[in-house]
C-alpha cells in the first residue's frame, strides 16, 4: 500500500534508537497521538543532520501539541546510535530514530529511492488514528523546515476539532479560519 491523504499508514515493526536504548516501534504502537513521520536519506550525510536538529529544536513544542516524532532511514538502529553519539547536532535528539534496512517502512511510505536504496525526504502528519493528514515530499538538496510542519500540526489539529471549519493559506493559531459554503463561493 502506498501512503496517501486520508489513508492508514502501512503496517510496519521496526527497531529503533531512543533515549539511549533499542526499542521496538510498530504501526499499531503510534496509534492514539499524532505523529510525524520523518523520512531522510542516511546517517552521516550533510542535509540531514540540519532538518533533524532543527526537528529537536521544536521536540518541546510538538511533545506539547501531543506529537511525537519519528525520524526514518533505511540504516540500522545501531547506526542511528553511532550518529547520536558522535554528532553535537543527532545527539539534540530525543525522538525515536527507526532503523529501516530492509526498506519496508520507507517502501510503504513510497519514499524510496530504488537504485540508492535511500528515502527521499519525506515528511508525513499522521492523527492518531494512523490517517495521513499532511504529505511533503522534497528533492535530495531541499532541506526542509520544522516550524512549517508545527503549523501544519495545528492547523490539522484545529480542523479535527472544529468540524466544517477549514483553514486558509498560511493560517496561524489564533487567526480566522472558514467555514465552506455557497456565501463563500467566489467571494475569496
Known amino acids: 500500500m502506498m501512503a496517501q491523504i486520508g ?15 533499542f526499542v521496538e516501534v510498530t504501526s499499531e504502537s503510534v496509534k492514539g497521538k499524532w505523529g510525524i513521520f520523518l523520512f531522510y536519506p542516511a546517517d552521516f550525510t550533510f542535509v540531514c543532520p540540519t532538518e533533524l536538529e532543527d526537528m529537536a529544536n521544536h521536540y518541546a513544542e510538538l511533545q506539547q ?7 526514518v532511514s533505511t ?18 535528539i ?16 513510497d519514499v524510496m529511492i530504488e537504485e540508492d536504496h535511500m528515502a527521499h525526504r519525506g515528511t508525513f502528519l499522521v ?3 494512523g490517517v ?23 492547523a490539522a ?11 486558509p493559506a498560511a493560517w ?6 472558514l467555514t465552506p459554503s455557497l456565501d463563500l463561493v467566489g467571494k475569496i
Open 172 to 177: 496561524e493559531q489564533g487567526q480566522a479560519t
Open 132 to 154: 495521513i493528514q499532511v504529505a511533503h515530499i522534497h528533492a535530495g538538496g531541499i532541506g526542509r523546515a520544522a516550524k512549517d510542519m508545527v503549523r501544519n500540526v495545528k
Open 127 to 129: 492523527d492518531p488514528d
Open 94 to 109: 530525543k525522538f525515536p530514530m527507526l532503523g529501516d534496512q530492509t526498506g519496508a517502512i520507507t517502501r510503504g511510505f
Open 7 to 21: 489513508k492508514v499508514i502501512p503496517e510496519f515493526k521496526a527497531q529503533a534508537f531512543h533515549n539511549g536504548e
Open 157 to 167: 489539529q484545529y480542523v479535527r476539532a472544529n468540524d466544517g471549519e477549514v483553514c
Open 75 to 92: 540504516d540500522t538502529h545501531f547506526s542511528h546510535k553511532a550518529w547520536h553519539d558522535s554528532s553535537d547536532a543527532i545527539g539534540k
Open 65 to 71: 501539541l501531543d506529537v511525537e516524532v519519528y525520524a
